[in-house]
């Protein structure tokens, strides 16, 4: 699984989600994952809305399905975990209370589009 096939996921989660999807490679610091893809949703139904779109894009892009799907009837924060990478769906309040951001905040931010040879940095 390559880097593509997360950004695949990030930027189907942007598209429904009204908050920042951040990409956050852990490789180096985690070792049981690469990156985490961490988005959240204002409510139950669009927490639920990013996971199946997540679901659809990374499956028409030929990845496997999650090898582990959790916190999906709930809907305060789903995980989809493919191995290689793991995609947090937080609710809002969810998303600000657990941090992730804060707690790998020593991980790399991987932009979600491309950068630009020659572009300014």
Known sequence: MNLD???VAARA????SLDETVVLDVGELLGITDYFVITSG?????VRSIVEEVRKQVREAGCPNPRQVEGLSSAHWVLLDYGAF???????EARAFYGLERLWSDA????????????PH
């Not at 989660?13 to 429904?16: D, F, L, N, W």
């Not at 793991?86 to 809002?92: A, L, R």
């Open 108 to 119: 790399e931010r991987v932009p979600l589009e491309p950068v630009a040879l020659g572009a």
């Open 86 to 92: 793991v995609v947090h769906v937080f609710d809002t």
């Open 42 to 46: 204002r409510n139950a139904p669009q």
């Open 5 to 7: 096939n997360v950004l």
């Open 13 to 16: 989660a942007s598209e429904k």
